[in-house]
């Protein structure tokens, strides 16, 4: 079993930044890849970005390329997700995940921390 716990959502003005935290619980092949996804109410849980840590490849969405960074700690065994301006429909739970390998598909995804909120005011 891995556990993961995510940190760093809150509130902020749009045009502002946030920085998420993802802390795993240890490093096995069933968390080779680190995802995060997001989740508005009324939505569906959305693809945000995932970070495989063997190679240090990334991808994004495309409504977040270019503001949007995920990087990896080894030595902490976390990722991070930068988020720069930021924009009212930004506004969801936050949700990090963990895979054995690279998707951008939730079903994918065997592990899944609580959800941090993040709201992006106007």
């Known amino acids: 079993q891995v556990q993961l716990v995510e940190s760093g959502g809150g509130l902020v003005q749009a045009g502002g930044s946030l920085r998420l935290s993802c802390a795993a619980s240890r490093r096995t092949y069933t968390n080779s890849v680190m995802g995060w996804f997001r989740q508005a109410p009324g939505k569906q849980r959305e693809f945000i970005s995932r970070f495989t840590w063997s190679d240090g490849s990334t991808d994004y969405t495309d409504s977040v390329k270019g503001r949007f960074t995920i990087s990896g700690d080894n030595a902490k065994n976390s990722v991070y997700l930068q988020m720069n301006s930021l924009k009212p429909e930004d506004t969801a739970v936050y949700y990090c995940?963990?895979?054995?390998?690279?998707?951008?598909?939730?079903?994918?995804?065997?592990?899944w921390g609580q959800g941090t909120q993040v709201t992006v005011s106007s």
């Open positions: 995940a963990a895979s054995s390998r690279p998707s951008s598909l939730a079903h994918m995804y065997n592990y």
